[in-house]
């Protein structure tokens, strides 16, 4: 019974037995948090601000591709560096999704513009062309306007086009004289007056070639042109430029006292309506934007005639 009783206190009431430690026990490991070093990299953050410059850099480039803006190399990849350091911090902040927004914008331009019939069926572009009928009676004079010149003093296809659609007028005796503006390059003054006389030297017939210098617009060529041809008496003429610049031009020589008929040029640099590839449709839409843009401008300036002042 004692036994039992023992026994019972034993295995019921008494603590159970600490262990003794062995000798040579490895003492538990403790866990040590290591704050984070300044010097570490946040990966997420760096590609986060990698798409945002993606992005930006991307959109400015498609900008520059439907306005114009990739015929400026001065001015798009300079403007392409400070566009992607602005959109890598943009795309930190809570304004990203903006920029995701204007990027999935200026694609689906873009695509719509170069890779649809976009410009030639649904863009007003041939409303922008005047082409008014030649009179029974010669005209004054055809003026030429001019279009561009490259470094070595050559027209460019545009100045071009307009210069042989001029001279098919005079060879089929549209006009006793031919007024060409002379083109310069800013700050080169290399002029295009030699490869214009190569040009004009083609056709046979006898004709005096005028020449107005000093134009940078539209409007200092017709300016220009009426200063030279008023003391002729010379106020009927035919102006020839590219088709989408017709509307504004024509309406900026009407506005200074000409009687005009618009003709515009055998266009190789573009079609109006037969634009069928991305290049062309690109080229187009860019001509269109310009001329919308400078349309408004020379209207809020009082430069063109509108149809109740013609």
Known sequence: MRAASYLGVTMQGAPAPTPTPLPNATPPLERVVTPPSSNDIDWQSLLIAGFGATCALLTWLVVGALTGLGKVPSLLFPGAMLVALVGAVVGLTRAAVILWVLTAAALVAFCTIAMTSFVTRVLPTSAMVRRDNLPAQPLDAVVVLSGGITPDGMLVPEALDRLLTGLALMRDNVAPVLVVTEPRRPGQGVTAAADQARVRALVARSFPMLM???????????????RLLEARNAKNVAVVTSPLHTRRACATFEQVGFVVTCVPAISRVYSVTGADNGSDRLTLFREWLYERAAWFEYRARGWVATPGTR
């Open 212 to 226: 107005v210098d000093s134009v940078h617009t539209t409007r200092d060529e017709a300016v220009n042109a009426w």
